[in-house]
């Protein structure tokens, strides 16, 4: 079995430094670039990867690294980093308090860490894989809610919905008549992490990209909580759906994303 812990304390280290990059910028000029109609970067998007890519670079020079925002490196090591360094770009870009700092690692094409660190309110989910979920240390479990009329769902829209008629308006719908209320936050990776502490009972979203998902899906699953495609069928970062949920309102949550609208 790998022992973890050397790479779990770069990680922790690597996601507080980005964190506090991002922190620091919200009292700094923003400047914005658009990689597509709604799809933005920061300048301290930028400077939050450099910061972190440099650091595990540094202690794992051989490792591959895939970044958002384009810092990655390849090669043929088992050990790939897997990062976002700002989840949550436009509402940082708003000056909207919510948003993270994700990193994952993944070894052999499996997802063995996840570190996910806010840095408004100095939270920092971390799991690593067969050994639970924790917040600020402390073990975190998903909710007990067990019927869907009576859950908080969250979920988000991809970056293309003007434009794909594949847009899950109907599930946002289906979902608000069918559950107590549904939320929309703007952080995948903390949303997926508001799930394993028991916040939030389900989570869907589409066309996220692998640093969006791979250290909360990790920390989700640490806590107790199930994920999928939303057909029920294995999850994978590079797939096109997730649907997270706290296992006990998945079958529902499942029924409801392969409901028929008329």
């Known amino acids: 079995m790998i022992d973890l ?17 991002l ?29 972190i890519v440099a ?58 860490l996840g570190v996910i660190y806010d840095p408004v309110r100095r939270e920092l989910f971390t799991a690593e894989k067969g050994k639970g979920a924790f917040l600020n240390g402390s073990p975190i479990q998903t909710s007990s809610v067990k019927e869907l009329y009576k859950s908080l769902l969250v979920t988000g829209f991809s970056y293309d919905i003007q434009t794909d008629p594949k847009n899950t308006f109907d599930h946002f719908i289906n979902f608000t008549l069918n559950a107590q209320a549904v939320r929309r936050t703007g952080s995948a990776a903390l949303d997926l992490c508001y799930v394993a502490a028991g916040r939030f009972d389900g989570f869907w979203e589409t066309k996220l990209r692998p640093w969006d998902t791979a250290a ?47």
């Open 5 to 21: 812990e050397p790479f779990h304390k770069i990680a922790v280290l690597a996601a507080k430094r980005g964190g506090r990059i």
């Open 55 to 112: 650091l595990i670079s540094r202690h794992f020079p051989d490792h591959r690294i895939m970044a958002e925002e384009g810092s990655g490196r390849k090669g043929r090591s088992p050990y790939q980093w897997i990062i976002d360094p700002l989840d949550g770009t436009t509402n940082f870009s708003h000056r909207f308090p919510f948003f993270c700092v994700s990193i994952a690692l993944e070894v052999k094409g499996r997802v063995r």
């Open 23 to 51: 922190k620091e910028g919200l009292r700094q000029e923003i400047t914005v670039s658009y990689k597509g109609a709604l799809d933005i970067v920061t300048n301290i998007d930028t400077r939050s990867e450099k910061a």
């Open 216 to 262: 909360g899906s990790l920390i989700l699953c640490e806590a107790g909580g199930r994920i999928t495609d939303f057909s029920g069928k294995p999850y994978s970062i590079y797939g096109d759906e997730i649907l997270g949920t706290n296992r006990k309102i998945h079958k529902e949550m499942v029924q409801i994303l392969n409901k028929k609208n008329t």
